[in-house]
Each structure stands twice: as structure tokens, then as C-alpha cells.
């Protein structure tokens, strides 16, 4: 594991960002439970895990959400049955059919392949905003700095959440707050796959986490190719961090 900031110290981040949590529940939810889409992966593993350090296990509740058949759900399964936290698997295979069939049949232009590969994340996250709000539930985003960089999360997706845990931690520091928590080194470092291609997040992106993290970290990128893949990302997908744009008027508000 390689850690470029040289001032990263996992087990004070791990308190520091339990804390955080536990304050924004305070604010934002005295009594509501956190609810986390649960992949298998190392982010969705390392944000129940805090929310569990947090909060208590039986104030987080974990959603699996496989479209059809999930050839890695078991790593989900690890990962609830390693917290003790109560979880549910909704399956999205019929919406998702369901709408794509509609949508085949209403519009006259072909269905894109980046509808193809976002749509069903976004069904995911109407689907744990359905369970948050039936259990007075607060949605956890489980995205990183490192993804967010180059724009590597579907808008409205798994780019949503009310909480952002992990969001100012590269790839390798959440690696590093995961082993912190004790989790199972084989849901720490999981091969990542957004589960929506074949691919990959490596292979999707073109370059390497670690490249990735080093440029974020240090701004060193030895490769001028690496670079400017990373620098394209980076400015195509800054809208995705932002607000939604909105018209200024001027009018009084009295309120």
C-alpha cells in the first residue's frame, strides 16, 4: 500500500471520520439509521464499517443490489455477515428490463450505450432512497477522491448520497482506513469493477490507481500520456462535484 501524503495517519482519520459521522447524525437524523448500498467493493465495505463504528450495527442497514445475477455478490454477503448489520437484496432486474423495453418502444433514436451502462446505477439509487425513506433511513455515498477526480461515478447514481465519508480519501487511504477497521483484507483490496461493464476500473480508465493517487497527492505523473488522460477527465467531469447550474433573478425574497 502506498500512501503519498506523508501526513496520513489511518487510525486518526478513522476517529476523526467516525466522529464526523456521528455528528452529522446528530444534525441531520438523531434517530435514523445509515443506509449503504452494499457492493462488495473496498468503498461501500470501509463506509458500513465506519457508520457501524459510529453509530451501532443496528442503526446501519445494508442493501444489496444485484441486476439479475451478481457473479461477486458473495463478497457482499461477507461483508454483511462480517458486521452483523441487518440487510435486504433487491433485485433490479425487472425494473431495469422493464424500463429499457419502455424506452425501446417510446423513442425513436437508439438507446445509447452510456444509457445502457448508467441506468442501472441510477435505479440502484432510487431503489436505497426507497428503503432509506421507508426506514428513516439517511442514504451514505460511498465515492472516493480518487474516482471523483476523473469524473468516475454515474450522476445521480452512485454519485448521490446524503453523506460523503470517503469523498477527500484517495483510493489507497481508504485501503488504509479499511484495514484499520479489521475488515477481511479480500473485501479491502477487491479488484475494483463498477459492476456495470466487463471491465476493470483500471482497464475502463487507462491508467492506474496509483498513478492516480500519486498525481492527486503530489502532482507528479511521470507519464505525459497518464497526465493528460487525467487532466481531460478531470475537466470534463468537474460539473459532476459542482451544484446544478441555476439561473440568478434578482427578485426579493422576503421570506
Same mark, same amino acid.
Request: one cysteine or more; hydrophobic letters at 40%.
Given at each position: 500500500?502506498?500512501?503519498?501524503?506523508?501526513?496520513?495517519?489511518?487510525?486518526?482519520?478513522?476517529?476523526? @471520520?467516525?466522529?464526523? @459521522?456521528?455528528?452529522?447524525?446528530?444534525?441531520?437524523?438523531?434517530?435514523?439509521?445509515?443506509?449503504?448500498?452494499?457492493?462488495?467493493?473496498?468503498?461501500?465495505?470501509?463506509?458500513?464499517?465506519?457508520?457501524?463504528?459510529?453509530?451501532?450495527?443496528?442503526?446501519?442497514?445494508?442493501?444489496?443490489?444485484?441486476?439479475?445475477?451478481?457473479?461477486?455478490?458473495?463478497?457482499?454477503?461477507?461483508?454483511?455477515?462480517?458486521?452483523?448489520?441487518?440487510? =435486504?437484496?433487491?433485485?433490479?432486474?425487472?425494473?431495469?428490463?422493464?424500463?429499457?423495453?419502455?424506452?425501446?418502444?417510446?423513442?425513436?433514436?437508439?438507446?445509447?450505450?452510456?444509457?445502457?451502462?448508467?441506468?442501472?446505477?441510477?435505479?440502484?439509487?432510487?431503489?436505497?432512497?426507497?428503503?432509506?425513506?421507508?426506514?428513516?433511513?439517511?442514504?451514505?455515498?460511498?465515492?472516493?477522491?480518487?474516482?471523483?477526480?476523473?469524473?468516475?461515478?454515474?450522476?445521480?447514481?452512485?454519485?448521490?448520497?446524503?453523506?460523503?465519508?470517503?469523498?477527500?480519501?484517495?483510493?489507497?487511504?481508504?485501503?488504509?482506513?479499511?484495514?484499520?477497521?479489521?475488515?477481511?483484507?479480500?473485501?479491502?483490496?477487491?479488484?475494483?469493477?463498477?459492476?456495470?461493464?466487463?471491465?476493470?476500473?483500471?482497464?475502463?480508465?487507462?491508467?492506474?490507481?496509483?498513478?492516480?493517487?500519486?498525481?492527486?497527492?503530489?502532482?507528479?505523473?511521470?507519464?505525459?500520456?497518464?497526465?493528460?488522460?487525467?487532466?481531460?477527465?478531470?475537466?470534463?467531469?468537474?460539473?459532476?462535484?459542482?451544484?446544478?447550474? =441555476?439561473?440568478?433573478?434578482?427578485?426579493?425574497?422576503?421570506?
Amino acid at each position: 500500500m502506498k500512501l503519498y501524503d506523508p501526513d496520513f495517519d489511518a487510525a486518526k482519520v478513522t476517529e476523526s @471520520i467516525t466522529a464526523w @459521522i456521528r455528528n452529522f447524525f446528530e444534525e441531520n437524523g438523531k434517530d435514523c439509521r445509515a443506509v449503504v448500498a452494499i457492493s462488495g467493493g473496498k468503498d461501500s465495505s470501509v463506509v458500513a464499517a465506519l457508520c457501524v463504528r459510529a453509530l451501532g450495527k443496528d442503526r446501519v442497514f445494508g442493501v444489496l443490489l444485484p441486476n439479475g445475477e451478481q457473479a461477486d455478490i458473495d463478497a457482499s454477503k461477507k461483508l454483511v455477515a462480517h458486521l452483523g448489520i441487518p440487510h =435486504a437484496v433487491i433485485n433490479i432486474r425487472d425494473g431495469y428490463s422493464g424500463l429499457m423495453k419502455e424506452l425501446k418502444a417510446q423513442l425513436d433514436c437508439e438507446i445509447s450505450d452510456q444509457t445502457v451502462t448508467n441506468l442501472p446505477a441510477r435505479l440502484r439509487m432510487a431503489t436505497v432512497y426507497a428503503v432509506a425513506q421507508s426506514m428513516n433511513g439517511r442514504v451514505a455515498n460511498t465515492c472516493n477522491l480518487s474516482e471523483d477526480w476523473v469524473g468516475y461515478a454515474t450522476r445521480y447514481g452512485d454519485g448521490a448520497g446524503d453523506f460523503s465519508p470517503l469523498s477527500q480519501l484517495t483510493v489507497e487511504e481508504v485501503r488504509a482506513v479499511g484495514m484499520e477497521l479489521g475488515l477481511p483484507e479480500e473485501l479491502v483490496f477487491k479488484v475494483p469493477i463498477d459492476g456495470l461493464t466487463p471491465l476493470t476500473d483500471e482497464e475502463h480508465l487507462g491508467f492506474t490507481y496509483d498513478a492516480l493517487d500519486r498525481y492527486i497527492r503530489t502532482g507528479v505523473c511521470e507519464d505525459p500520456e497518464t497526465k493528460e488522460k487525467i487532466d481531460r477527465k478531470h475537466a470534463q467531469n468537474l460539473f459532476k462535484l459542482k451544484l446544478m447550474p =441555476a439561473y440568478e433573478h434578482n427578485g426579493p425574497i422576503r421570506a
